[in-house]
């Protein structure tokens, strides 16, 4: 069983800055990849950024910029750092882990409860 904690997020001002973190813990022999999703009322989940162990990264246009992902693979935690918030980056932010329990197992998703981020005057 693997379990990934979030912790941050909570409401800010436009223009203002947030920080999010994710720690997986559990049976895990590797992480291939790591990042974060959102999910806003009435909208499906969207892919906000994703980092794999190498440092490869990949941001969605509309947070490019602002947002930077950043993992510390032996504490097998990720961090996204939100700068320049809009109102628009409101929703509920999911963590999500591909990894492996043992050496050739298939990769399998993993996702935090959510953590919500609200950016409002």
């Known amino acids: 069983q693997v379990h990934l904690v979030e912790s941050g997020g909570g409401l800010v001002q436009p223009g203002g800055s947030l920080s999010l973190s994710c720690a997986a813990s559990?049976?895990?022999?590797?992480?291939?990849?790591m990042g974060w999703y959102r999910q806003a009322p009435g909208k499906q989940r969207e892919l906000v950024v994703t980092?794999?162990?190498?440092?490869?990264?990949n941001y969605a246009d509309s947070v490019r910029g602002r947002f930077t992902i950043s993992r510390d693979n032996a504490k097998n935690t990720v961090y996204l750092q939100m700068n320049n918030l809009k109102p628009e980056d409101t929703a509920v932010y999911y963590c999500?882990?591909?990894?492996?329990?043992?050496?050739?197992?298939?990769?399998?998703?993993?996702w935090g409860q959510g953590t919500q981020v609200t950016v409002s005057s």
């Open positions: 999500n882990a591909d990894l492996s329990h043992y050496y050739g197992d298939p990769p399998i998703d993993y």
């Open positions: 559990g049976s895990i022999f590797t992480i291939y990849a």
């Open positions: 980092i794999t162990s190498g440092g490869s990264t």
